[in-house]
């Protein structure tokens, strides 16, 4: 396969076929404009330099800065002077799949579930990688692209062994930043992560939740707390406005519908939650990079990538 199996369409990037994964080496000059997509993009600097654009507000960007957005998360390029990038990204089917256990790693976890979505992050994690982390971590970045070339079918234990070993790297580095260590997530808060994201339309409540775990809710809250940096309701506000970004993408349904599906009927709690997450309201954040094939899974593309 010559090009990368994506698409773009109104500010949105997209699988157009069933890649697990795809990695890409891109060089940006110039401006790259706002955009967002479907899925979990991973940004790495090799070389060049630019500015990163996202509602954080505007990042110089160094070699070895890493950039990680959960699906949903709006970011474009500024500036860029021979800004050499690696994107890579999968889809959330292989998130909730293939790496469905990394919940439970106190790395992986992290890195991939809770970071992003703690200490108001809102979707967004940094970290920054030494030369020699730097140059492991694009081996396997190398062998993705490489492997983007071969039938999924043949490939498929390749491509998830070489995507969790960068990730790996990754992780590690995200873990050296933090006081303490990230321990071994408990086994109460992965659980309770599963029920919240398996039914974001229900009405929860903490000592719903508690009660469900076999727990205080106040001890619920301090166990969560201390793995994701948020209590639990919070969390749950996070993830459905991450669902409702993606129906916003990919589905005909109203404004009002969406917010009915992921859990707030109150219209007004969901405006304002959207806009506080995203920067925009959800009308705004439709228009500007609604996609008009929502059967289609959501990456990068190679003119250039976010």
Not at 44 to 70: A, K, N
Not at 289 to 300: D, S, V, Y
């Amino acid at each position: 396969m010559d090009e990368p199996p994506v698409g773009t369409a109104k500010g949105l990037l997209y699988f157009t076929d069933g890649s697990l994964a795809h990695a890409g080496h891109y060089l940006h000059e110039g401006d790259h404009p706002v955009h967002t997509h479907s899925f979990v993009e991973i940004a790495v600097v090799t070389g060049g330099q630019g500015v990163h654009r996202s509602l954080d507000g505007r990042r110089e960007l160094q070699v070895g800065e890493v950039i990680l957005l959960r699906p949903g998360v709006w970011h474009g390029y500024e500036g860029c002077r021979g800004l050499d990038l690696y994107n890579c990204c999968f889809g959330t089917e292989l998130l909730q799949r293939e790496l469905a256990w990394t919940r439970e790693d106190p790395f992986l976890g992290y890195l991939l579930w809770t970071g992003p979505n703690s200490m108001r992050r809102r979707g967004m994690l940094t970290t920054r990688l030494d030369a020699r982390t730097l140059k492991e971590a694009v081996v396997h970045l190398d062998a993705l692209d490489r492997l983007g070339r071969e039938p999924v079918d043949r490939h498929r234990g390749d491509v998830i062994g070489r995507l969790t070993l960068f990730l790996g790297h990754l992780a590690r580095a995200v873990a050296g930043e933090r006081d303490p260590g990230p321990g071994p997530a408990h086994p109460a808060v992965v659980e309770a992560i599963r029920l919240l994201e398996a039914r974001p339309a229900h009405r929860w409540t903490l000592t719903e939740l508690a009660d469900r775990l076999h727990l205080a809710p106040r001890y619920l809250v301090r166990l969560f707390k201390s793995a994701t940096g948020l209590p639990p309701m919070a969390y749950l506000a996070q993830h459905r406005v991450e669902r409702a970004a993606a129906l916003l993408l990919h589905t005909d349904r109203s404004i009002t519908q969406i917010g009915r599906s992921v859990g707030w009927a109150d219209q007004n709690h969901f405006a304002r939650r959207f806009k506080a997450h995203y920067g925009l309201p959800a009308s705004t954040y439709r228009q500007r990079f609604r996609h008009h094939a929502p059967n289609e899974k959501a990456t990068t593309r190679r003119t250039p990538p976010g």
